[in-house]
Each structure stands twice: as C-alpha cells, then as structure tokens.
C-alpha cells in the first residue's frame, strides 16, 4: 500500500510540476509577455482526461459555489461552502500574498491591522480581462453584485476599517464579499482573515490584548466550518516555532485540511550556513509539523516589495510589471535554493516553490472539494427550502388570525407560557445556556453592585461558593442573599472615639453625673443605624438586578419553544412593562418594611433582644475587676466584683455589703481580714464613683468598658438586623413574584382587553411587519430553489459523464489516492 501511494503521489507532483510550468510560461512568455492561460483552464472542451470539469461547466459550477457562500453569509445559513480561509500574523505577508495569486493589488498592505473585517474574494479567471472586473456584493434585501473600480474598492475596505477602529468592538465577523475576474486570476474562492496579534503582557497592553483575543476568536470561528481548507502563513526559519500554528491546531489538531506556507522566503536562504539546514527547512521531519497536513509538505513564497501605480512611491507602473517580478522573484528564489544546496531542485521540490505552484495546488484541490461536494449540497439546499416553505404558511395563517377573539386567545396562551417560563427560572432550570445568560459573582458586582461595609472594601470574591459559576435565576438569587449575609453578618462596630464617648454623655435632666450604660446605647444605635442602612439599598439593587434579568432569559426560552408573539412587539412590551413596575414597586415596598424594623431596632435598646452574648461581656467586666485589683495592697483581700463595676457605672451609690459564708465560723483573724476588706472596697467605690461619675475625663478603663458595651448592643443589632432583612426580602420580594405577580398582569391584561384591543396590540404594524416578512421568505425561497436547481443541473452533468478510458483512469486513480491520504 506504501508503495502504491508513494508511486501515485509522485505522478501527480509530476503533473502538478508540469502544471505549473505551463502556467508560468503562459503568464511570462518570452521577454516578459504575457500569453494565453494552460490548456486547462480554456473554456472550449467541458470535461478532461483527469475527471474534472472545464470549460463552460466549470464556471458553472464556480458561480454556483460563489452564490452559495454569499447566501450562507448574508442569511447566516448553515450551508457553507468549499473555501480557502488564510490564517497568519500580521506581519507574515498574507495581503501581498493573496494579491499575488490574484496578480493585482488592491488592499492595504504593511503593518498594523489593516483587516477588521473578513474579505471573500471570489476570483475567477477571464482571458478577455485586460484589467480587474470587480463585483462588490452589497449589504441590500436582497444583495446585488455592484459594479466597483479597485479605487472604490479600496476606499470601501478603508472606511469599514475605519468605523470598526472607533467601535467598541473593533472587528466584525461579518464578510466583505467581493468577485473579480481578471484573466491572471485562479479560479478560487479565499477568505482574508485579520492578522493574529501577539500581544506583549502587562496592564499598560491591555487594549492590544483585548484586540488580540477578539482576532483570535474571531478567526477560530471561520476554521470552525468543515468544508474550509485553512492556508496555514509562517515566518519562521525553524518549523519548530508554531506561532501561527498554535491557533490552527485548536481547530484543526491533525491538520488533515491545512496547507502549511512558509512566507517570504528570499529573506530566509540567507541566513542558512549549510545545506543540511537547507534540507530540514525544504522538507521537514514529519513529527516537526505536527500532524498530516495536504500536500505533505510545506509550500514557499516570495512576494516583490512595492506598490503599483503613478506616483513617486510606486515601484511598478501596472499589474503586468507586478505579476512579472512575482515570476522573476519565484525564478530567483529556486536559484537561490539550489545554489545553497549544491544541486537541481528535485520534481517534488520544484512543486513546492512559488505563487504559481501554491495558486495550482489551491485551485486544484478546491475543484476537487467542490466536485466532491455537490451531493451533500443539494439534500442540504432542499431541507432548507422546505423549512422556508413551512416559515411561509405560518406567517400566512397568523396573517389570518389578527381577528379581535384569536388575538386575545393568543396573548392569554402567551402570558400564561410567560409566567410558567418565569416561575421555572426560579424554582431552577438548564434550559438557558449559561455562557449566554448567566453571570459570574463578578460580573454581578459590576451590573448589580457589590455589598461594601463602612471601610468600602470588597470581600474577595473567590470566598464565595460559587463565585466563578455563571448563575441566572433562583440560583443567583440564593449566592447574592449569601453573600449579604456573610458580608452583614460579619460586619464589626466602627471605631469609637473618645470625642463621641465625650459627646454622648451629654446631661442628665436631674443631675450632671454620667450615665454609661446610655452612652453606650446612644453610640451603639447610631452606629448601626448608619452601618446598616446601606446594606438595606444594596441589598435592594442587587436583587432587583436578579429579577430583571429573568424577563430575556423567558422571552429566549419562549421563542426556543416556538411559543413568543412574532409581529406583536406592542403586546410583549405591555408585559415587560408591567414586569418591571412590578419588581420595582415590590422592591421599594420590601426595603420600607426593612427599614421600620431598623430604625425599631435602633431606636430603643432591649436588653433582651440587643445584648445577647452576656457571658463575653460579663468574662470582661471580670478581667477588668481582677486588672484594677493589682494595683492594690497585696495586704488586701477582697476585691470588687463585676457587679460592683456596673453599680459604680449606673451612678448608683448603695451596693449590698458582703456577707460572710454560713460554713465558716468566723474568728478573730477573719473578722480583721473582713473588716480590712470592707474598708478598701468602700475606698475603691468612692475612687470608682470618683473617676467615673463625677469626673468628665475619660480614663483608659472607662473607655474600655463602653467600647465593650457598645460592641456588645452593636452585635445584637446586626444579628437582628441580617436576620430580619433576610427573612422579609424572601416573604415580601421573591415571594410576591411568585403568588401575586400573575394574579396582577391577568388583571391588567383583561382590563386592557376590555377598554380596546388597540392599547395591546398594533393590528396594522403586525400586520405590515408579517407581511415583510412574508416578501423575504418569498424572495429567500426564490433565491434557494434557483440555487438548488443550479446544483441539481451540475449533479446531473457529473453523474452522466462518460467512464473516463483505461490510460486515464490511472491518473484519476493517483488523484483520489492522494485526496484519501490528505482527508486521513
């Protein structure tokens, strides 16, 4: 089998070779003329020896492909066909290289991105062309071919360019379409792609990194489509730098439909010191490359430096000179090759060298794609007639159903499909795509805003479960509650200064003394009152940003089963309407009720309520008590108790005196040691009464005790507060959503009904809005089934050809051998 493969591969590089050749001598003849094209692209015969078509059935088949991917384009139709998509960096020479093959120029060549939006060149060979005929496909309904100078052409691509430069998006995926006939052309149809862009890192290149990934996405997306051949650019010396490479590969990982082409190749033979690098650059290992790409081996060009035309800068006068220093070039190089390597190019090599070489390659191999395509073309172009068919009789009868009784049945059954597609994102569901519709915990930061305490600082959002996830619907509604309540809930009591301690004692009504225990409420309640409130409208905006992003998620989920209102825009934007009063108005009633029972909780301190962790604050007040009895006589015995401390800070001057234990008998010793105890605590309760009623300066202890009360009356708050907010914003917003939404648009929808069909639907624009789309399905259908008789005529014309003779079939053969072996 190796040996069959080999001895057929080598007979069509011969043909190949010998193809070529006649291609260039009929490009440049002697002195530089150029003459008539090869044999095989005359239009007088209509089928040749190696199967393929020519003549008047090959351009057939041509415009029928052209007129095809024009449509898949335009309607944005899954039927794309066989076509040359040219993948490179920008500075690889893929323009000049494109304008070789076509033996013109015409777009903006150097560097910078000078390609924003794909350009389809449908070229087209015409021995009658003395100059470029170019079509440009206008972007009408339906399109017409435009007759264009390569003037208007240019300026075309030029002011796209330019408009894309100034959007927000900077590259479009839509094509520019154009078709030439020009009689240096090759009959194929190739896609420019914009230049891949490596961008270098950091944050001051953020631009030109988020330019780059916008290319590289968009040129990934053009791979994607099977049927494309990816003409692979690389300006290396070394095939083991894979920088364009690495882009195709994602696509095409065994590169079994990429034609590799290494760019610029007169100023790569230089720098080779050897022949043996010679050798490995020509003909690579194949582990090197990676994969089985067509041809099997690279291809290489060389593209003339200049522009044409009549001003200074300009190196050739015409076309002709340009096509000629292409030929010149591409001789040049190969005398360069074989002056490097000591030796005549062989057969094989020789192939792989050129324009002319890769322009035969191409359109060879694309002629094959396309014979080979025709039957899978036409089952495809008559489903989707059939689905156009079906497009048409639905806009016909609901052009017959704007009577005043089916409206109203049409909007019931679509508001009650609207409030089941509403109630089933809530409860949860994966009909919606999540890369679609969903949003990360950042994301939702960004358009819903993020819950900041009263240093501004955002939680990290990586501590969050499910941070990363794209969320919609209950599900996100449950991550943003947690992330309140973990926010909120481990919100701390701002720092207190001594200016408020200060400020709060203020002046009793009846004395001057100071009251600490009211201090510490006064301070306690203003700051959480302050604290929490803002978590209140946060909280509110986060949510309410859940709940409108239901309303596209259900109109997506309607239309994806076949049940929106087409044509009656007036009847949906009632819903939406009414849809975000609603959230709006429940919204704005939920954080009302969130607010009294703040301002409740911050008003009066119930101790029972505010001052739930006692232990913590009593295990201070005792630390506190055992700090002030080390300064004391160690001669001193008892000491003052926590309870004493807070009798002393109430400003109450009576305090029970300490009784002695029943167990304990008492005797001479313990009654001097209770007598001398009973002494010092009544010392130390005049100094605590001292320092702390009478006395305005605030002392390091008394400071202490009232952050530790504040802090105290300020947990009670919070855990009330995060608990009540919680508990309401599910009862009194998510909930009505639920069990009072659907009962309030029924209401609205029949008081609508009954004051006038007109306030819900516009009868005379659906009925003008389907009726244009009645003419474009109609138009569209036209265009299908003129286009499916047009490959029915080819398939017929393929299918009736005679058995190609015995001598022929052997070449016939060599081709579908090496066709097998490239798709392997």
Known sequence: MNGLYSSSSSRLQGARVGAAEKWISSQVGVGGTPTSPPSSLNKDTTTNGNGFLSGVKKEQLYEAYNELHGLAQELEKGLEAPAIVVVGHQTDGKS????????????????????????????????????????????????????????????????????????????????????IEYKYCPNLTIIDTPGLITAAPGRKNRILQAQARAVEALIRTKMKHKEFIILCLEDCSDWSNATTRRVVMQVDPEMSRTVMVSTKLDTKIPQFG???????????PTPVLDGNILGETPFFTSVPSGR????????????????????????????????????????????????SRLGCFLEELLQRRYMDSVPLIVPLLDKESRNITRKLQQIVQEIGNLDEIKLKKKGRLFRDSFLAKLSLLLKGTVVAPPDQFGETLQDERVHGGA??????????????????????????????????????????????????????????????????????????????????EPFLHQLGFRLSHILRRLLPITLYLLQ???ENLSGHDMFVKRITTAFYSFAEATERVCREKCMEDLMSTTRYVTWSLHNKNRAGLRQFLDFFSSSEQATLNSATIAGTSSQDLIVGLTGNGSKQENKPRP???????????????????????????????????????????????????????????VASAELKFNCFFLMPVVDKFPALLCEDLEAAFEDGLDNVFDVVYARQNLTNQKKDLEIELQRVKRLEDKFIAIHHDLSANESPSNSDKDVFNDIAMLNISERI
């Open 308 to 355: 044409v035309g009549m001003n200074r800068d300009a190196v050739y006068r015409s076309n002709d000179e340009f096509k000629e220093a292409v030929a010149s070039r591409e001789a040049q190089d190969i005398a360069a090759l074989e002056d490097k390597l000591g030796r005549p190019l062989f057969k094989e090599e020789r192939a792989r060298v050129g324009v």
């Open 451 to 532: 819950f900041l305490g009263p240093d501004g600082v955002q939680i990290p959002y990586k501590l969050m479960p499910n941070a990363g996830m794209r969320l919609y619907g209950g599900a996100q509604y449950h991550r943003a509650m947690a992330e309140f309540r973990y926010v909120a809930g481990g919100t701390k009591c701002p720092p207190i200064s001594c200016e408020e301690i200060v400020n709060a004692c203020g002046v009793e009504d009846i004395h001057d003394g100071t009251n600490y225990f009211r201090t510490a409420c006064v301070i306690a309640v203003a700051k959480a009152r302050d604290t929490f």
């Open 663 to 721: 167990d304990i008998k008492p005797d001479q010793a313990m009654n001097t040691t209770e007598s001398v105890g009973n002494q010092t605590s009544e010392m130390r309760l005049v100094d605590l009464l001292e320092s702390n009623l009478w006395n305005r300066k605030i002392a390091p202890s008394s400071e202490q005790i009232v952050n530790a009360l504040v802090a105290q009356i300020f947990q009670g708050i919070r855990d009330h507060f």
């Open 96 to 179: 000049a290289l494109i304008e070789a093959l076509m033996g013109f120029q015409f777009n903006h060549v150097g560097g910078g991105t000078k390609t924003r939006r794909p350009i389809t060149l449908h070229m087209k060979y015409n021995a009658a062309a003395q100059h470029p005929i170019c079509y440009l496909l206008s972007e009408d309904n339906p399109p017409q071919h435009q007759d264009k100078t390569l003037e208007d052409i240019q300026a075309y691509i030029e002011a796209e360019n330019m408009r894309l430069e100034q959007e927000s998006c900077q590259f479009a995926a839509k094509e520019i379409i154009i078709k």
């Open 274 to 284: 050897r022949s043996l690098d010679v050798e490995l650059f020509i003909k690579p």
């Open 560 to 562: 994806k089963d076949g």
